[in-house]
């Protein structure tokens, strides 16, 4: 972690340069101040490894101030945040890093930060860790590469994955109560939930996930920092399809579902979600299948639809497509196969028959 100081008599400036700063997780904000006679009190105590630097302030000149920094902390970097363009070459004179114009911009930013995270590796060699969740097959969470984390309970996963089902929202403690203890005594349940929340604490804090990653605070709400959520990545290439179905994010979505959503896991609060999420991927599956048939590569094709239709069987458009794609190709023993196995399960699980459409399609097979 690089630990910044920010330092500008101007409030609104601190804010924007903190705004920008947050979303970089390499950052750590150790400081900000308006006055930079505090900064200099106290920057010897805090030993930043990087400063941004106003140049143009009344208590105290940015340059006099980038030489005390210096005289304190000699190997901290220097980042002059400046509305004068010539007060560039006298930052550089000083040995500053780099040096930002008001107002600052995002993709200018950017590469400042880029420049302090490259000497900082360079100095000090971390490799960037990433948290992984997944949602999608059996629900776990873990370092990317490493083993995931283990849980003092199963129902202490539970009300975990239960808490990041509503990321975002506060939820209300009758809520949690009423759909992971259903059948307890009022009194018990909210014991067990304290203590629930207590050993999902100290599960992160013993695994090294810090508060900026996920953090649950006021009415059991929990937030997320720069996380890779599996399911988050796959609603928000959901919606970019809506308007342009493009082979590439139907690609994309399909490797994102390695499986129904916290499959395997009886836990009856996700089933709604499940089955939305179930019938969206047997839209991308469709969509990506049609791709495949244009480009006439019928064997990638019909291996989508074949593992979408184990997945979930009831999909009507899924087992259509298949057919059609069959009676292109002219495959009328794996029509059959595949209706008759079709019709077994609506049969066997639902006690119906296939729907009108499809009988059609598999006539105009035979």
């Known amino acids: 972690m690089i630990k910044a100081v920010l330092i500008d008599d101007e409030r609104p400036a601190l804010r924007v340069l903190a705004h920008l700063l947050k979303e970089n997780m390499l950052i750590e904000i150790s400081g900000m101040f308006t006055n ?20 143009n302030m009344p208590q105290l000149q940015g340059i006099d101030a980038a030489s005390k920094i210096l005289d304190l902390c000699p190997d901290t970097d220097i ?29 200018r930013f950017e ?45 202490t996963r539970e009300l975990f994955a239960f808490l990041l089902h509503h990321q975002g929202r506060a939820v209300a403690k009758d809520e949690i109560i009423d759909q992971l203890w259903p059948e307890a005594e ?87 979600e499940r089955e939305r999420l179930s019938r969206q991927y047997g839209q991308v599956v469709v969509g990506l299948s049609q791709a495949y048939i244009e480009k006439k590569e019928f064997n990638r094709a019909g291996e989508l639809l074949l593992k979408a239709f184990n997945r979930n069987p009831y999909e009507e458009s899924v087992t259509e497509l298949l057919l059609k794609l069959y009676r292109m190709t002219g495959d009328k023993a794996k029509a059959a196969r595949h209706f008759m196995e079709y ?23 035979k």
């Open 36 to 55: 930079p006679l505090e900064a200099m009190d106290q920057i010897a105590g805090i030993k930043p490894q990087i400063v941004f630097l106003d140049i």
């Open 79 to 107: 980042i002059f945040v400046t509305a004068y363009d010539q007060y560039a070459i006298e930052a550089f004179e000083l040995h500053a890093l780099d040096y930002v114009l008001k107002p600052v911009s995002r993709e």
């Open 111 to 155: 590469k400042t930060l880029q420049r302090v995270i490259k000497k900082n590796n360079l100095n000090r060699p971390c490799p960037v860790k990433k948290l992984e969740i997944k949602c999608f097959g059996q629900f776990q969470m873990g370092w990317l590469g490493e083993e995931p984390v283990k849980w003092r309970t199963e129902k």
């Open 186 to 272: 009022v009194e018990k349940a909210v014991h067990q939930l304290h203590n629930g929340i207590y050993y999902i604490r100290k599960t992160l804090e013993k695994y090294g996930i810090e508060r900026s990653l996920i953090s649950i605070h006021g009415s059991y709400s929990m937030k997320l920092g720069v996380v890779d959520l599996d399911v988050l990545l796959f609603r928000a290439c959901f919606i970019r399809i809506k308007n342009n179905p493009a082979t590439e994010d139907l690609k994309a979505l399909d490797e994102l579902y390695t499986g129904e959503y916290m499959e395997g896991a009886d836990w009856r609060w996700a089933e709604i």
């Open 343 to 365: 019709a077994r399960i609506l049969k066997q699980e639902l006690g119906i028959k296939p729907q009108e459409n499809i009988q059609k399609i598999y006539a105009s097979i």
